[in-house]
T-cell receptor, first 114, second 111 residues
């Protein structure tokens, strides 16, 4: 298994543009998490899904952020419109629900909004 | 929800010395406590974890201890080496819910 796959690895966009981050979890994992990492705020959970259903989106900063998981092998995190303060590294992670097992992280997407 | 506090935020040790990082958690129902290591520019990766039915776990130079009564757990690294330099995150999870991470500790091992 190639692990959790995120794309793109780097994204530079202008303020106001729509940004879509993509994630493919490890096959067989039924929990998926989106985290944002900044120097100031560390690792913040944005949203997580169990069996493709959003369970807790209380970490989503505002309505500009949305996430979907249309099937077990794909999730997207969308920011529309993007702002410079959204610049961060966005990590996707997956795990097996309920077994107290580790979460495996993707390589992350480094987003820069100018 | 769960709240995890981690200390210290930065830690410098001489090569060969031990390093200890401590975390506390708020939700007594938490039952899984992993530690992640994140090297510069890379993803967090699990280095060791412990479940609530165990008080201590060792893996070569690293060990984790858990005190459920006090709701704290610690990471111990012995005989530190320069390649141990990284950011370390503790985390806690209640059953099937999400991991809540601590704020991280930047460990620097001085040669």
């Amino acid at each position: 298994d190639a692990g959790v796959i995120q794309s793109p690895r780097h994204e530079v966009t202008e303020m106001g543009q729509e940004v879509t981050l993509r994630c493919k979890p490890i096959s067989g994992h039924n929990s998926l998490f989106w985290y944002r990492q900044t120097m100031m705020r560390g690792l913040e959970l944005l949203i997580y899904f169990n069996n493709n259903v959003p369970i807790d989106d209380s970490g989503m900063p505002e309505d500009r952020f949305s996430a979907k998981m249309p099937n077990a092998s794909f999730s997207t995190l969308k920011i529309q419109p993007s702002e410079p303060r959204d610049s961060a590294v966005y990590f996707c992670a997956s795990s097996i629900q309920g077994l107290g097992t580790e979460a495996f992280f993707g390589q992350g997407t480094r987003l820069t909004v100018v | 929800g769960e709240n995890v506090e981690q200390h210290p935020s930065t830690l410098s040790v001489q090569e060969g010395d031990s390093a200890v990082i401590k975390c506390t958690y708020s939700d007594s129902a938490s039952n899984y406590f992993p530690w992640y290591k994140q090297e510069l520019g890379k993803r967090p990766q699990l280095i060791i974890d412990i479940r609530s039915n165990v008080g201590e776990k060792k893996d070569q130079r690293i060990a984790v201890t858990l005190n459920k009564t006090a709701k704290h757990f610690s990471l111990h690294i012995t005989e530190t080496q320069p390649e141990d330099s990284a950011v370390y995150f503790c985390a806690a999870r209640v059953a099937a819910r999400q991991l809540t991470f601590g704020s991280g500790t930047q460990l620097t091992v001085l040669p």
